[in-house]
């Protein structure tokens, strides 16, 4: 089996940040450095980004201002061993103002009993022809229903978009399957508290190339994650492509 100190692991769905969770850039570190990571997709916690607990959530300048020092957090982490990959948490002010060109992608997020994105919103549109112009990737999480509207009314042809726990929180990985999701050519997944079976599934079905690690940190452990997707004894290319090559090429599309 090849050695993972030869290459650069990625682990590419982390929550980080400091203002109403105590997931800091410290404690993140220290769990990838033992687990020998030294990529990191960083996001702010959805805490950090709007209420979660009150569907009738009202964004307010005050929350507005919490997200932007969410996202200047991981903007200003700098380490001397781990490459750090900053997402954009949008949120319904669509602040495509503020995306800048250091971020590598987008995390668009929700669960069926929070705040609802504002999909009508013309900077929404707004916001999905900047990200279409830098051909940023979307990490989405959203219901079955918003997530298939969103992909059929929103999402721009060129831009790809990555279905994080392949699927668990967007309807489930065979709902997504019956509806042909993951046969789209611009459709990726992660392998975030994934079970094995799913993975081998998809593996069987629609090949490597899509398909990226993460952990989803601090809900699952980024070793722990990492072990599971090691015992599954996949061929050495196929792991290491999942383990950081696949991401890597993704991000190499983007544009400026």
Same mark, same amino acid.
């Given at each position: ?15 980080? &940040? ?5 997931? +800091? ?10 687990? &020998?990571?030294?990529?990191?997709? =960083? ?29 200047? @957090? ?8 781990? %490459? ?29 009993? %929070? ?19 830098? #051909?940023?990737?979307?990490? !989405?999480?959203? +219901? ?7 992909? %059929? ?15 668990? !929180?967007?309807?489930? @990985?065979?709902? =997504? ?27 069987? #079905? @629609?090949?490597?190339? #899509? ?46």
């Amino acid at each position: 089996m090849e050695d993972l100190n030869s290459f650069q692991v990625i682990d590419m769905h982390l929550h980080c &940040g400091c203002q109403n969770v105590p997931w +800091t850039w410290e404690g993140v570190r220290a769990r990838l450095r033992a687990a &020998g990571i030294r990529g990191a997709g =960083l996001i702010p916690p959805v805490e950090d980004i709007y209420d979660r607990y009150d569907p009738n959530f009202i964004d307010t300048p005050a929350w507005q201002a919490t997200r932007r020092r969410a996202h200047r @957090y991981l903007l200003d982490l700098a380490d001397p061993e781990i %490459e750090i990959f900053p997402y954009f948490f949008v949120w319904n002010d669509f602040a495509w103002e503020e995306l800048g060109e250091e971020y590598a992608a987008i995390k668009w997020h929700r669960h069926a009993d %929070e705040p609802v994105y504002h999909y009508d919103d013309p900077r929404c549109r707004e916001f999905l022809a900047v990200v279409r112009r830098r #051909r940023l990737p979307i990490l !989405l999480e959203e +219901t079955l229903a918003n997530t298939l509207f969103f992909m %059929e009314n929103l999402l721009p042809p060129e831009v790809p978009l990555i279905i994080p726990h392949l699927g668990a !929180l967007n309807g489930g @990985y065979r709902a =997504l399957a019956q509806a042909g999701v993951w046969a789209l050519p611009m459709v990726y997944a992660d392998t975030s508290l994934a079970s094995p079976g799913e993975i081998e599934d998809y593996l069987s #079905r @629609y090949g490597s190339e #899509r398909l990226f690690f993460g952990s989803d940190y601090p809900f699952g452990d980024p070793a722990s994650q990492l072990a599971r997707l090691r015992r599954l004894g996949l061929p050495p290319g196929v792991e290491r492509g999942i383990l950081g090559d696949n991401f890597r090429r993704l991000l190499a599309g983007r544009t400026s």
